[in-house]
């Protein structure tokens, strides 16, 4: 089983549309999360940690259910320029694993 | 400096020659990683550094493959008798902490010919 699995997606949203998705990751003793944007051919940036209480950065909210052992993303009012591959990333014990990304697609 | 500088920037070997990836971290940046990354797919874990300390290599795909950060700062991913196989985008990744998020750099695009 994979350290980090995602939906590869594509979703395809219109503009204004909320799209959400989820990862799963394996390692119960995964200690801390992140939601990384990738878009094409450039390196990854950080979009939003995640806290176990859930937080939310502007249309972004994330979340994170340690029983279930995933961490899911939410975008709302979704505009063009958020299209791009978003990446789950769990760190254990100082090893950051990612998974193969979601790729989201916002049209006109 | 300002963020992760990778270099070459871009790399065209022949097989069976070995290559040197550089990776200059943010500065005071504890932890370095190196990743690999094919077209479509996330970043593979390859390797990662606390300071000068290997903490883990299980990522790396053969023993052509090494790493080393003799000094805590600058990190060296060496490929040895380089494959066809070994194409990919190579990159490091720095972060202050062990738990805290990492900043990548631009990559390095290897290519076997």
């Known amino acids: 089983r994979k350290e980090v699995e995602q939906d590869p997606g594509p979703f395809n949203v219109p503009e204004g549309a909320t799209v959400a998705f989820n990862c799963t990751y394996s390692n119960s003793a995964s200690q801390s999360f992140f939601w990384y944007r990738q878009d094409c051919r450039k390196e990854p940036k950080l979009l939003m940690s995640?806290?176990?209480s859930g937080n939310e950065d502007g249309r972004f909210t994330a979340q994170l259910n340690r029983a279930s052992q995933y961490i899911s993303l939410l975008i709302r009012d979704s505009k063009l320029s958020d299209s791009a591959t978003y990446l789950c990333v769990v760190n254990m014990s100082g090893k950051l694993s990612f998974g193969a990304g979601t790729t989201v697609t916002v049209r006109a | 400096g300002a963020g992760v500088s990778q270099s070459p920037r871009y790399k065209v070997t022949k097989r069976g020659q070995d290559v040197a990836l550089r990776c200059d971290p943010i500065?005071?940046?504890?932890?370095l990683y190196w990743y690999r990354q094919a077209l479509g797919q996330g970043p593979e874990f390859l390797t990662y550094f606390n300071y000068e300390a290997q903490q883990d290599k299980s990522g790396l795909p053969n023993d052509r493959f090494s790493a080393e950060r003799p000094e805590g700062s600058i990190s060296t991913l060496t490929i040895q008798r380089t494959e066809q196989r070994d194409s990919a985008m190579y990159r490091c990744?720095?972060?202050?902490?062990?738990?805290?998020?990492?900043?990548f750099g631009q990559g390095t695009r290897l290519t076997v010919v």
């Open positions: 990744a720095s972060s202050l902490d062990v738990n805290t998020e990492a900043f």
């Open positions: 500065s005071g940046h504890v932890s």
């Open positions: 995640v806290y176990s």
